[in-house]
């Protein structure tokens, strides 16, 4: 059993919380507020006590690993607001992609090229261990490959500590992923090509006319 972090009300932050549950581990969702209605009724679904609610600082304190799913645009500043003393040595999940909607859909990228999100977090938080992972694919299939294609699709990670990014490999096979369906692309400049996978997926969203796909890489 492990302390984990995760940042974020949203559908991501819901779907990773239920399943760090059921694997066995503690979880707090963190968000703006320590009374978050959103976070509340996920805690109430499970009453076994392992599911916990706080500020993005409490939950960050909590974690022992931290998994961020917070609104990209704003995942620098609530990072910030969770104080880098709880982040600083432990493993960053982070699942953001830096999507702007202000101007509609499709959403464009608030950086991308020659920076990314990931990165960003990195070099604002040196002593965090990130990982990028996850961000090109629809939650549901994160914490549960086999919804498409019978789990033979892939998945892509990247970060500079090269042991954080074989936990977190390790932690996506209990998720269900085949260890040969997650691809290591390195270290964290590779989230330029992950975060920039996103005006794609959401082009091919609308294409095939459903967020159930997935991205196969084949030689
Ligand atoms: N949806 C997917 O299937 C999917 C797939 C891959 C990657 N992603 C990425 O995963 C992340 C989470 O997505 P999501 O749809 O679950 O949630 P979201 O709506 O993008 O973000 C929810 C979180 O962001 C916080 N937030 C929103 N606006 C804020 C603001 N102005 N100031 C501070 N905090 C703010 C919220 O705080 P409160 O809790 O306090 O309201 C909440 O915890 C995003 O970066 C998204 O691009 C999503």
Not at 26 to 33: C, D, N
Not at 79 to 92: M, P, Q, R, T
Not at 114 to 142: D, H, R, Y
Not at 185 to 213: C, K, Y
Request: aromatic fraction near 8%.
């Amino acid at each position: 059993m492990s302390k984990f972090a995760v940042l974020g009300t949203g559908m991501v932050g819901k779907t990773i919380g239920n399943k760090l549950v059921e694997l066995g581990h503690k979880v707090m969702m963190g968000s703006r507020t320590h009374n978050n209605e959103k976070a509340a009724e996920w805690v109430a679904k499970h009453s076994h006590g392992n599911a916990l609610q706080g500020t993005f600082e409490d939950a960050s304190r909590f974690g022992d690993y931290i998994f961020n799913c917070t609104k990209g645009m704003m995942a620098l500043e609530i990072l910030d607001s969770a104080n880098v003393e709880n982040l600083n040595g432990k493993i960053l999940i982070d699942i953001t992609n830096p999507l702007d909607f202000t101007n509609g859909f499709p959403p464009t990228l608030t950086v991308s090229n020659s920076n990314s999100l990931g990165e960003q977090i990195q070099a604002k938080f040196p002593e965090v261990k990130v990982v990028k992972a996850l961000n090109t694919m629809n939650c549901n299939i994160m914490v549960n490959p086999k919804l498409v294609n019978q789990g033979d699709h892939d998945t892509f990670i990247c970060g500079n500590d090269e042991h954080a990014r074989k936990w977190v490999t390790e932690l996506l096979t209990q998720f269900g992923w085949e260890a040969k369906h997650i691809i290591d692309l390195g270290d964290i400049s590779n989230s330029r090509g992950t975060e920039q996978l996103l005006p794609m997926w959401v082009r091919l969203m609308g294409a095939v006319g459903s967020p159930m796909f997935q991205f196969k890489i084949v030689q």
